[in-house]
RNA sequence: GCCAAUGUAGCUCAGCCUGGCUAGAGCAUCCGCCUUGUAAGCGGAAGGUCAUGGGUUCAGAUCCCAUCAUUGGCUCCA
């Protein structure tokens, strides 16, 4: 028996006439319409019977099931098979299988007749599968899908929670009292459970902070950054950067697109779901990378590595990576199709190194995270490894889990099926309960063949590198989604909500009481200009009171009020947003006191015009 | 990609159910007045292809269909 199976949303058959002395007998061969249910196209062979049919109607509630469909319908078509069984016998077999569907809303078009038929299939990867049933053999199922994706829907993993202690416990048997944010995660991750229905706070706050916004222009997911935007995403790049190159990573630049027919791409495509946005030109078949892993392997297949080279870093700060996530996916800066993504290669000489390696690069991504405004209490770790990896490695595993000092969820693979052995990262929770992936690291031990990248070892033979891929901090993006979103957590408990000062756009703000202060004003603001701090003047002609109020909604931390008492006197009168209060200080402390919580961060000057009155309103 | 909700001025929203005057408000913008002491000073003007495209109707922001976008859920996230 061959099947054809549809997800429809609709099929309308009108039986036109009878194509066989033996067709059915129908009444008024009238046009039937149907909706939501799927279209079993059926070819009865030669040789089918009674177990045959009980075989194809449990597969075809299997995968109704799976999709959440009770509307079946039995459609016979003879063209699918050049070895039909005799009608009589098939109208039989029909017959059975109708009857033996008993949950289902089933039903039949006639038997024997020409049918002219309209049918509107859905989109989604199971819609379409085709089986062919047999009588001796097992049932032989072909789901026409991606190679990747049947993979992924066969793969075999067990969830658990490890303890700092190497404990491991079943995640139905923990005891999560303490750690509702891990029992988010690991609810979200092995059930796949979610609870929200209101939009992420963010992505109001990206628009109100003048940060970034939709681009209508462009596809969905691709971002516009303004001006104050594009000076946050700056600043935390080369943060990220600047640590990555003191680890030791060799910063480089490589293509954004790159040929799918290429030899070392089509192997790893395989590995993929077609995902990625494609270019044709002239031609070739292009694709916008969706990591920099391509253009990293593809450098390192042409150096010549020695095992006193290793492990070796390449780095590289893609703007952009690309992926064409599902439409329905894409969430404010949490979830993008065109996102900026520090990627870390390390190329180890075997699997001790490269455990050795990965812990050094785990200290590394905690404290690019913390520094970036990020502790250790706003993310749950999860970690994966295959069962295999983990008997040979237990210890190393444990010393990882016992670095981020909570328990950990765990989610370990009966056999290998992605190209790596470990994977670890970082989620950050948000107030609605969303997790999203953070700092992560793998150990690859697949592409260093497939990208023919090579070493020699200590006698003189050639051998394919172990290959970490580590992201320090996650995607840019995501990261200024998760400072806005734990903002906003402090706002809905009643506290200020403020970037860390060394980002934000403003630090200082200067406000004239009249115009005739604008003067003073004006070589204030360079004075502490030269102490590398972004201070602006407002100079517009307003209140007082409506002036102090613009500096709140931009979250400016300091505010210098200016009139004739500031003037006449030697130290600063300073608002200062967190308490709502004045202080006194000197010139240089307050300059101290900033640079306090600025050292060790990268700067830049502002990005927006030093007077209010010269900028046009941007908060959209 | 699937299901649902939403889409009206630069922004936030009312009007839509029950079709019918010139589509309203607040904020922002512009002009004028005020010359300011720590979260919104006063007055006036300008600003709309009611997401886009079709349909029904004497008449569509309003009813119907399709498309696009956003948000939520599902799926996904190597």
Redesign the pocket.
């Known amino acids: 028996m061959r099947i054809l199976q549809l997800h429809c949303?609709s099929i309308e058959y009108t039986p036109t006439k009878k194509e066989i002395q033996s067709a059915e007998n129908i009444e008024n061969p009238s046009t039937v319409k149907l909706e939501e249910l799927v279209v079993a196209f059926i070819a009865i062979e030669e040789g089918d019977d009674s177990s045959v049919a009980k075989n194809a109607i449990s597969q075809i509630q299997n995968s109704m099931e799976k999709i959440g469909c009770k509307k079946l319908l039995l459609y016979p078509y003879a063209h699918l098979s050049a070895n039909l069984a005799r009608p009589t016998t098939a109208m039989s077999i029909l017959k059975e299988m109708e009857s033996l569907a008993t949950n289902l809303d089933v039903s039949h078009s006639p038997f024997g007749w020409t049918k002219s038929y309209n049918v509107k299939v859905?989109?989604?990867?199971l819609a379409e599968s085709s089986k062919v049933i047999t009588k001796d053999s097992e049932s032989k199922t072909n789901e026409i899908t991606s190679e990747?994706?049947k993979?992924?829907?066969t793969i075999r993993s067990y969830w658990k929670i490890m303890s700092p202690d190497g404990t491991m416990t079943n995640i139905g048997d923990f005891d999560f009292k303490n750690y509702k944010k891990l029992e988010i995660l690991a609810k979200?991750?092995s059930a796949?459970?979610?609870?929200?229905?209101?939009?992420?706070p963010h992505?109001a706050l990206m628009?109100k902070l003048g940060i970034a916004d939709?681009e209508?222009a462009s596809?969905?997911?691709n971002m516009r950054f303004f001006p104050n935007g594009r000076l946050i995403k700056s600043l935390i790049e080369r943060y990220v950067t600047e640590r990555v190159k003191e680890y030791g990573g060799n910063e480089v630049e490589t293509p954004i697109m790159y040929d799918s027919e290429h030899p070392s791409m089509v192997s790893y495509f395989n590995?993929?779901?077609a995902r990625q946005y494609n270019i044709d030109s002239e031609g070739k078949k292009l694709f916008l990378r969706f990591?920099a892993c391509f253009g990293q392997f593809l450098m390192a297949n042409h150096f010549q590595l020695s095992h006193k080279n290793l492990p070796y870093r390449l780095y590289e700060l893609t703007r952009y990576s690309f992926r064409r996530?599902?439409?329905?996916?894409?969430?404010?800066l949490r979830?993008l199709r065109a996102f900026t993504m520090p990627d870390c290669h390390a190329f180890c000489k075997d699997i001790p190194q490269a455990v050795d390696e990965i812990k050094v690069r785990f200290d590394l991504s905690q404290s690019v995270l913390q520094e970036l405004g990020i502790e250790t209490s706003d993310y749950e770790m999860a970690i994966r490894f295959t069962e295999d990896f983990y008997n040979e490695n237990k210890n190393s595993i444990e010393d990882i889990v016992r670095k981020h000092g909570r328990p950990v969820l765990v989610e370990m693979w009966k056999e290998k099926f992605?190209?790596f052995v470990l994977k670890w990262e970082f989620n950050f929770v948000d107030n609605?309960g969303?997790a999203?992936?953070l700092s992560t690291d793998q150990i690859d031990v697949e592409n260093g063949k497939r990208y023919d990248i090579s070493y020699i070892d200590e006698n003189n033979s050639e051998k394919n590198p172990i290959i970490l891929h580590n992201s320090p901090s996650g995607a840019i993006e995501r990261i200024i989604y998760a400072l806005l979103e734990k903002a906003a957590k402090d706002s809905q408990e009643g506290k200020?909500p403020q970037l860390p000062l060394w980002l934000a756009p403003t630090q200082v703000r200067i406000i004239p009481?009249?115009?005739n202060f604008n003067e003073h004003c004006i070589s204030l603001q360079k004075k502490i200009s030269l102490e590398n701090v972004r201070v602006d003047v407002d100079d517009r002609?307003?209140?007082?009171?409506?002036r102090?109020?613009d500096a709140?909604?931009e979250w400016i931390q300091y505010?210098l009020?200016i009139?004739?008492?500031?003037v006449n006197s030697t130290n600063l009168?300073i608002?200062d947003r967190q308490t709502?209060s004045?202080r006194e200080l000197s010139f240089d402390d307050f300059i101290q006191e900033i640079q306090t919580q600025t050292q060790n961060k990268p700067f830049t000057s502002l990005n927006q015009s030093t007077f209010l009155s010269k900028r046009p309103?941007l908060m959209?």
């Not at 796949?192 to 992420?200: G, N």
């Not at 996530?325 to 404010?332: D, I, K, N, P, R």
């Not at 009139?563 to 500031?566: L, P, Q």
């Open positions: 949303d859905k989109g989604h990867p990747a994706l993979g992924e829907s979200y991750e796949k459970q979610r609870q929200v229905d209101e939009p992420p992505v628009k939709y209508p596809d969905s997911g590995r993929f779901p990591a996530e599902q439409s329905g996916e894409l969430v404010g979830r992605f190209y609605l969303k999203s992936a200020k009481i009249k115009e002609n307003e209140s007082i009171g409506k102090i109020r709140e909604k505010i009020v009139g004739d008492k500031e009168s608002r709502g004045m309103n959209v």
